[in-house]
């Protein structure tokens, strides 16, 4: 059974930093695409990054572009978005993602709540 | 990076079909396809329905269909349940330079 598992969520002040965790178990992590998918409250699905399956390739939405780094872990199976000087607009939750083929992600975690107020 | 454009509401009474829509650009929707849709019920993960504009994933009901025209993709719901009530993400892929894109969304009522 494939299993997302995020992690390190939590409320920080505007222009601190976080970094996500996403443990993934049931499927060969190191042999697909993985990505991050943010929801505000209430709010539309919005692409954060993607990272491809050796690391080597990332990609970036402008809004996150310079502050936020993903990175993967294929000897752990694990997932990471480390998030710096953090923004109001960053609160969300934070999923992580695989994907089938580009930009479709057929199994998704649980989600993991960021929020970013003083 | 801007999003695709969904209207933001659709209904239906069951056993009835309803499309819903997503207009992007020549530079996502119509380049590639690329296009998926996601369920999502309130307070859950999306679950992906659709995935290269027309292809379903196992378990997927196949009174759940996609296309594309153009610039606009569609996703049409035939034989409308109640269960069907949630709200509907397109996304696209949109080249090396604007790698993803997701629509506004549809929230979608079972009448």
């Known amino acids: 059974e494939v299993q997302l598992l995020e992690s390190g969520g939590g409320l920080v002040q505007p222009g601190g930093s976080l970094r996500l965790s996403c443990a993934a178990s049931?499927?060969?992590?190191?042999?697909?695409?993985m990505s991050w998918v943010r929801q505000a409250p209430g709010k539309a699905l919005e692409w954060v990054s993607t990272i491809s399956v050796s690391g080597g390739s990332t990609y970036y939405a402008d809004s996150v572009k310079g502050r936020f780094t993903i990175s993967r872990d294929n000897s752990e199976n694990t997932l990471y978005l480390q998030m710096n000087s953090l923004r109001g607009e960053d609160t969300a939750v934070y999923y992580c993602?695989?994907?089938?083929?580009?930009?479709?992600?057929?199994?998704w975690g649980q989600g993991t709540l960021v929020t970013v107020s003083s | 990076q801007s999003a695709l454009t969904q209207s933001p509401s659709a209904s239906g009474s069951p056993g009835q079909s309803v499309t819903i829509s997503c207009t992007g650009t020549?530079?996502?929707?119509?380049?590639?396809?690329?296009v998926s849709w996601y369920q999502q019920h309130p307070g859950k993960a999306p679950k992906l329905m659709i995935y290269?504009?027309?292809r379903r994933p196992s378990g997927v009901p196949d009174r759940f269909s996609g296309s594309k025209s153009g610039n606009t993709a569609s996703l049409t719901v035939s034989g409308l349940h109640t269960e069907d009530e949630a709200d509907y993400f397109c996304?696209?892929?949109?080249?090396?330079?604007?790698?993803?894109?997701f629509g506004g969304g549809t929230k979608l009522t079972v009448l």
């Open positions: 049931g499927f060969t992590f190191s042999s697909y695409a």
């Open positions: 290269e504009v027309n």
């Open positions: 993602a695989k994907a089938i083929v580009v930009m479709a992600f057929d199994y």
């Open positions: 996304s696209s892929y949109g080249g090396i330079n604007n790698f993803g894109v």
């Open positions: 020549s530079s996502d929707v119509g380049a590639y396809e690329l």
